[in-house]
């Protein structure tokens, strides 16, 4: 009987070590960071019950170190179901969530992250970040113009732009050597080496670049070699290389330490690569980032006295030697990676971070460097940021344009090379607006015509109102403006009004509203100011004015009117109904001579029978009150359409937004308005 237990004790001990064997492997693997291997034996791991809850936590972990982020997101998913789920798992899965834009979700997790380990203040500071994008950052205007640079990007990782003499140098792990057969057992690519290319057009980096090529045969060895920095006159590299194996500590793999080399040019060659002094295997030194006159150098490093998992820092050229590392601080560094630090104008400092307020995984920040502080650093937002990693910056040197580097969507690998260049700082327009009104019951007027004077260039831009009855147009100098509306079967209106100064982002109001009078059948409108000479009826040359403005109203209308004419009380009604008649005539004789067809247009003497105050036969008045009843008025007969001969002013022929010089125009057709 002790045997058969003993037997049956020793199967189920060998099952579970059958079982826990591929775990094993997979551990190993991820122990010396070879995640691409892990990954295959996780996979078929996973689908195993027995091995399933231990397996996609590791699974996870790798994707996540891979940068794999739609994979680790999808893992994490299923990780935070699993029995006594750990809270860092919460925060990987939010991690995951964030880099793939889903930011509602993400917010929600770290806030779960946040409820198991209160202690962590990375919770409610992520939560934060997630409410900035939803929120404010929604209606940041872009700064800069995003391309992907074509050629020189491939189905690998190409990464880390910098600039030698006019030509762009940067690091890629594809394979340009088809005999090449070594892999990097964390992506399950090929090492990183620098390469060069230059733009198809001299200087221009914004346009095609040339097929990339290998910047020197001897700074690509047998491992990681990049990316790289210069000095400005291109004479002296620094480049990142990596170490490989065990650290100081037994048993310990740090394939993934990185350390910083540095050459200069020996003729029309470079020297041999030496080691940077704070080169460790204890620590890892890379991405560096010289300033013009080559005297500080700025690099990451995960070295001790730091603030998080990588912080940047400088050295300072002393003599011949370096200076001790200094950490820039708290402003720049927080408790995650800090790294690709870039300098630009000697002032401005660029880096990676994803610590700082951003988009999620690693976003580009700008800070200022002045009297020996640093600003609080600045997001560059969309489109140069995203959900992805985006980092690595440089600027063609004197120009506002550059590259960065990106593991987003719609590149043709893992990072990608993209180009940018800044936007200029709009120009905010200005606009010159205005109401079109019925002048009885000042409601809005739709489909109006707006015809605006420049007096100075002769310009007239042709407008439309609006439902609401408004027009707006783009202003971009001060001038003195005219301004009018017409409307069929409407009394045109217009005003003259100045702008001084154009402030941009403003809009100018017209000074009052255009007030149209409807144009109805026995309607009866006046015309002022037609005066004759006491017992005369030739038309004053003061009264010629006002009979223009009846000439127009009939040019720009398709109207039949009658000309009444009125006197006072003086005289008898016999000889006031003559005098009146004879005043109509005579103002319809110059009316019709000014190329109105007399058929449109009929002469009628009322005399003293439609008085419009008390002025009567026997009532003592003054001489404005006899005045005011010799008046002349013009009564709308019909409205019916007649033919528009090829002299007559046609509204139908303006389009909105049409520009026309004035001459076209007219002559009078502005005059009312000065």
Not at 524 to 550: C, G, M, Q, V, W
Request: proline share 6%; hydrophobic share 35%.
């Amino acid at each position: 009987m002790k045997r058969y237990i003993f037997i049956l004790t020793a199967f189920v001990l060998l099952s579970e070590m059958v079982s826990a064997q591929p775990l094993y492997k997979a551990q190993r693997r991820m122990d010396k960071y070879n995640y691409s291997e892990a990954v295959e034996i996780l996979k078929k791991a996973v689908n195993a019950e027995k091995t399933r809850n231990a397996a996609l936590p590791m699974l996870a972990e790798c994707y996540r170190l891979q940068h794999d982020i739609v994979n680790a997101c999808a893992t994490y998913a299923q990780v935070v179901t699993l029995p006594d789920a750990r809270p860092e798992w919460y925060y990987y899965y939010a991690q995951a969530l964030q880099s793939t834009g889903d930011y509602v979700h993400a917010r929600g997790i770290f806030l779960k992250y946040s409820q198991m380990n209160p202690s962590d203040t990375r919770g409610p500071r992520f939560v934060a970040h997630c409410d900035s994008v939803l929120g404010p950052w929604k209606n940041h205007s872009p700064d800069f113009e995003v391309k992907l640079v074509d050629k020189i990007n491939t189905d690998q990782s190409d990464f880390g732009p910098a600039f030698c003499n006019g030509i762009l140098v940067f690091a890629s792990d594809f394979s340009y050597n088809p005999a090449e057969s070594r892999k990097y057992g964390w992506t399950g690519r090929g090492f990183l080496n620098i390469m060069k290319s230059s733009p198809t057009t001299t200087g221009d980096f914004w346009g095609s670049m040339e097929a990339s090529t290998e910047f020197n045969s001897r700074f690509n060895q047998e491992y990681h070699d990049g990316p790289a920095a210069f000095s400005a006159d291109g004479n002296t590299i620094y480049y990142t290389r990596s170490f490989y194996g065990k650290a100081k500590r037994e048993g310990i793999f740090k394939t993934n330490l990185l350390k910083i080399y540095y050459a200069t040019k020996d003729g029309s060659d470079w020297s041999e690569p030496k080691p940077f002094f704070l080169n460790s295997i204890e620590y890892s030194i890379g991405h560096p980032s010289l300033t013009s006159d080559a005297k500080t150098l700025y690099f990451a490093s995960d070295m001790p006295g730091g603030f998080g998992k990588t912080d940047i820092w400088k050295c300072k050229r002393e003599g011949d030697a370096w200076s001790r590392p200094v950490n820039l601080g708290s402003t720049i560094n927080t408790m995650e990676n800090e790294m690709f630090p870039t300098m630009s104008n000697d002032s401005l400092l660029y880096f990676a971070s994803e610590g700082h307020p951003g988009h999620g995984a690693l976003d580009i920040f700008k800070t200022i460097y002045s009297n020996d502080k640093y600003t609080t650093p600045v997001n560059l937002f969309p489109p140069l940021n995203g959900p992805c990693d985006d980092f690595a910056i440089a600027f063609v040197p004197g120009i506002k344009n550059g590259f960065f580097s990106s593991n987003r969507p719609g590149g043709l690998g893992s990072d990608d090379i993209y180009a940018f260049r800044m936007f200029e700082p709009p120009v905010l327009p200005a606009y010159l607006s205005g109401l079109v009104k019925d002048k009885k019951n000042m409601q809005p007027i739709a489909g109006a015509t707006v015809f605006l004077y420049n007096p100075k260039t002769s310009q007239v831009k042709i407008l439309k109102t609006g439902v609401d009855g408004s027009y707006k147009t783009l202003v971009v100098n001060p001038a003195d403006f005219v301004v009018k509306a017409m409307m069929p079967e409407y009394i045109a209106d217009c005003l003259p009004f100045s702008i001084a100064v154009v402030n941009p982002g403003s809009t100018v109001f017209a000074s009052r509203d255009l007030l149209l009078d409807k144009l109805e059948i026995s309607k009866t409108f006046s015309i002022e100011n037609i005066y004759y000479d006491f017992d005369k009826y030739n038309i004053r040359a003061d009264a010629k004015p006002e009979l223009d403005k009846l000439v127009r109203i009939m040019n720009e209308n398709d109207i039949h009117v009658e000309l009444g004419s009125h006197t006072d009380c003086r005289g008898s009604f016999a000889y006031n109904d003559k005098l009146s008649q004879n005043r109509a005539e005579s103002a319809v004789k110059y009316i019709t001579g000014e190329g109105i067809d007399k058929n449109r247009i009929t002469a009628k003497g009322y005399g003293e029978h439609q008085l419009i105050n008390k002025c009567s036969d026997g009532v003592d008045c003054t001489v404005p009150e006899h005045q005011a009843n010799r008046r002349t008025e013009v009564k709308v007969i019909s409205l019916s359409r007649i033919d528009v001969s090829p002299q007559q002013f046609n509204l139908e022929q303006f389009s909105e937004g049409q520009e026309i010089k004035s001459e076209m125009l007219p002559p009078d057709f502005f005059v009312e308005c000065r």
